[in-house]
């Protein structure tokens, strides 16, 4: 049972570069979510995107974009990275939109940017 | 606008009982969810309360007070195991959940 497979599981970027994190799950859930986690903050949403073909801007999105062509896939691109985006990335999933369901979790990319 | 107020640390022993406490201010309710988090994993679901009282889950069980803006968690029979961060997450007036900075719990034998 895979759940929700994220790649890369680390990695260190040079400031300035393009980067897509990859987030792929296998249990139809419609609705998908992007979030960071830093020391001492609570995760917080970059983006999110409840069926295929939409999504939404979450509390953190700038300097992030997302896409979701179809409901297993949703990837985040880094534009240009920056330090400050130096975090550990989440994907999720929810069979139940609008987060009144339990949220399936990713193992997580770690991201440095130097 | 929108709050969750957790403890940063809490210890405890081994076998014993601990309550973890979780403070909320939201523009409207819609459920409680807690979350186990061990060290360099990804959070794993362990309750969702909507309605006021306590929902018992094994040695596990989640307290929720709508009127109060108070839930707890209470773990029983500590195991070493038990040593996570505990998050607190409440969804908010766009159903996004907005989280805790998480409880991290610290089992001593």
């Known amino acids: 049972i895979a759940g929700i497979t994220q790649a890369p599981t680390s990695q260190i970027l040079a400031a300035g570069r393009r980067m897509t994190l990859r987030c792929t799950q296998d249990?139809?859930?419609?609705?998908m979510y992007w979030y960071r986690q830093d020391l001492g903050l609570g995760l917080r949403l970059i983006h999110y995107?409840?069926?295929?073909?939409?999504?939404g801007k979450g509390e953190v999105p700038d300097g992030y974009s997302v896409s979701r062509a179809n409901t297993d896939d949703f990837p985040l691109t880094l534009a240009s990275a920056v330090p400050s985006q130096t975090s550990v990335y989440f994907c999720?999933?929810?069979?139940?939109?609008?987060?009144?369901?339990?949220?399936?979790f990713g193992e997580g990319s770690r991201l440095t940017v130097l | 606008g929108q709050n969750i107020d957790q403890p940063t640390e809490m210890t405890a022993t081994e076998g014993a009982i601990v309550q973890i406490n979780c403070t909320y201010q939201?523009?409207?309710?819609?459920?409680l969810f807690w979350y186990q988090q061990h060290a360099g994993e990804a959070p794993t679901f362990l309750s969702y309360?909507?309605l006021d009282g306590l929902e018992e889950k094994g040695r596990f069980s989640s307290f929720l007070s709508r009127s109060k803006g108070y839930s707890y968690l209470l773990l029983k029979e500590l195991q070493m195991k038990d040593s996570a961060s505990y998050l607190c997450?409440?969804?908010?007036?766009?159903?996004?959940?907005?989280w805790g900075a998480g409880t991290k719990l610290i089992i001593k034998p």
């Open positions: 309360n909507v």
């Open positions: 997450a409440v969804p908010d007036s766009n159903y996004q959940l907005i």
């Open positions: 999720a999933s929810s069979g139940t939109p609008g987060n009144t369901g339990e949220l399936f």
């Open positions: 249990m139809r859930h419609n609705a």
């Open positions: 995107s409840n069926t295929a073909g939409t999504t």
């Open positions: 939201t523009s409207g309710f819609n459920g």
